[in-house]
């Protein structure tokens, strides 16, 4: 019998791949999760390929919220198991930022090396076990706050944040190459505002988007508004996705990005610490504020693609 009391030719059961696109966890991390943490028990084929029922995703999205809290994947099975499942998404343990502090440390030291070995060997440990959105929220952006306030105190250099820039453009641009081949949902044509130069943040939203199905074309950095409404009707985009961080505002952002969207038929999107801080003028100006917060970020898209629809 299977675990809900059906037998399981009474289940509808998913293979890893479309699992993983409902969750946004990749299929890696999945199998990590299973093996070594014993946090899903998939069913296998006569082949041994994996099969997930409601139940096995319900769990995984209870995980997910465990992880949106802090908690360290190797504690969130002894979080779970101590309380009825269908309360496990909401329930309050506490906070362990240890795991997140120690791979900070541990990618610091790297980088104040220039080790790329051993940068890459955290960075990949990390997420072997988390999906991408966690190890965006809990380790990549702490470590660019980081690696700006060794810059600011000296303790640090601008050698430093170039090189860990460089690192991850090329780990977060094999990655986004790698996932692009294989999604079929709408498209976005994402890129960062014209005074924006950074776009490591960008790039850490298209893999979300990545993972959540939506096709991505992406434009980079400093991006000019006017360029964008022939980009977005050749692409048959569905929507535009800009990002800027604080220091990416400039005094004419209202009135460039009112000019953007009285040129296109979809709707303009802004993200980033600057659509925060700059709400007013953005609602203002026609655009939709996305804020910083990646999972918020994605249901507000949701909702709005679903209204264009």
């Not at 040129?263 to 659509?275: A, Q």
């Amino acid at each position: 019998m299977a675990r809900n009391g059906t037998s399981p030719a009474d289940q509808e059961l998913f293979p890893i791949r479309t699992v993983s696109n409902l969750t946004g966890v990749n299929s890696v991390t999945l199998r990590a999760w299973e093996r070594r943490y014993g946090l899903v028990r998939p069913r296998r084929t006569a082949k041994g390929h994996r099969l997930y029922s409601r139940e096995d995703i319900q769990r995984i999205e209870q995980v997910l919220g465990l992880l949106d809290r802090g908690i360290a994947i190797g504690q969130a099975r002894a979080a779970l198991d101590s309380q009825p499942r269908s309360d496990a998404a909401t329930a309050p343990p506490a906070v362990d930022g240890g795991v997140w502090a120690g791979y900070i440390a541990r990618m610091i030291l790297a980088i104040a090396a220039f080790d790329e070995k051993a940068l890459s060997g955290v960075y990949n440990e990390a997420l072997s076990l988390y999906p991408v959105e966690v190890v965006s929220a809990q380790l990549i952006v702490p470590l660019l706050e980081e690696i700006g306030r060794r810059w600011q105190t000296e303790a640090g250099s601008v050698a430093e944040e170039h090189f860990f820039s460089v690192f991850m453009r090329n780990k977060l641009g094999a990655r986004f190459h790698h996932m692009a081949l294989d999604t079929s949902g709408p498209k976005l044509l994402c890129a960062c505002l014209p005074t924006e130069q950074h776009e490591l943040a960008l790039l850490l939203f298209c893999l979300g988007a990545l993972t959540r199905n939506y096709r991505i074309v992406l434009l980079g950095a400093s991006m000019p508004l006017a360029d964008l409404p022939l980009a977005a009707r050749r692409s048959g985009s569905e929507a535009i996705v800009l990002a800027g961080s604080v220091g990416a505002y400039w005094p004419a952002l209202e009135a460039d990005l009112a000019a953007l969207v009285k040129r296109v038929t979809v709707p303009v999107l802004i993200g980033g610490h600057l659509s925060s801080l700059h709400r007013d003028a953005i609602v203002r100006a026609g655009g939709i504020v996305l804020g910083s917060d990646m999972p918020q970020a994605f249901s507000r898209l949701a909702e709005v693609l679903q209204g264009a629809a």
